[in-house]
């Protein structure tokens, strides 16, 4: 018959309290530990995929909606009538109100500056004026010498005092 003492124990006691069993626990959490940590990773990378692919899309519809020849028409300030200019504005704000996109603008490089020749609000009211003028500077050039080099379009993550942001930067060049 069986002592009181261990008839008590609950089953698989010894599992818990066997010194040599503690090594495999520790194991099996570090395993489980590593495959939890790539998921997760595996999980993010699906998501920012997901991501450039939405802002990709959002890019080329958004340059769909300009003329064809908007770019090679431009050549200065004059270039665009201030209301040709605020529909433009207007029209990517709508966009970025539809997608839960934050910005969305097209730029040129002109004389070695990268100026814009379409924004977005930042309110999405462009009556509000908080957008980029035609040919207003871009204020962080840096942030395109990856895709002046490239013929593929550019995805990037950056964060500032501001906000956390991720970035496409399509290569749609007209010579």
């Given amino acids: 018959m069986e002592s009181t003492a261990s008839a008590s124990r609950p089953p698989f006691a010894s599992v818990f309290t066997d010194a040599s069993n503690y090594k495999v626990w520790i194991f099996a959490a570090l395993i489980s530990a590593l495959i939890a940590y790539y998921y997760a990773a595996s999980l993010q990378s699906e998501y920012i995929h997901g991501v450039d692919e939405k802002l990709y899309t959002t890019a080329l519809m958004a340059k769909s909606t300009l003329p064809d020849d908007y770019h090679d028409s431009l050549y200065d300030k004059s270039s665009l009538s201030a209301a040709d200019y605020l529909k433009i504005i207007d029209r990517n704000n709508q966009i970025c109100k539809v997608t839960g996109i934050q910005y969305l603008w097209s730029n040129l490089i002109l004389d070695d500056a990268i ?22 500077q871009h204020s962080d050039p840096a942030s395109f010498n990856d895709v002046l080099y490239s013929d593929e379009p550019v995805y990037s993550t950056f964060t500032n005092a501001v906000s956390y942001t991720h970035l496409t930067l399509p290569t749609i060049y007209s010579v």
């Fill in 115 to 136: 100026v814009f020749t379409s924004s977005t609000s930042t309110s999405k009211d462009v009556a509000n004026g908080d957008h980029a003028l035609l040919f207003d």
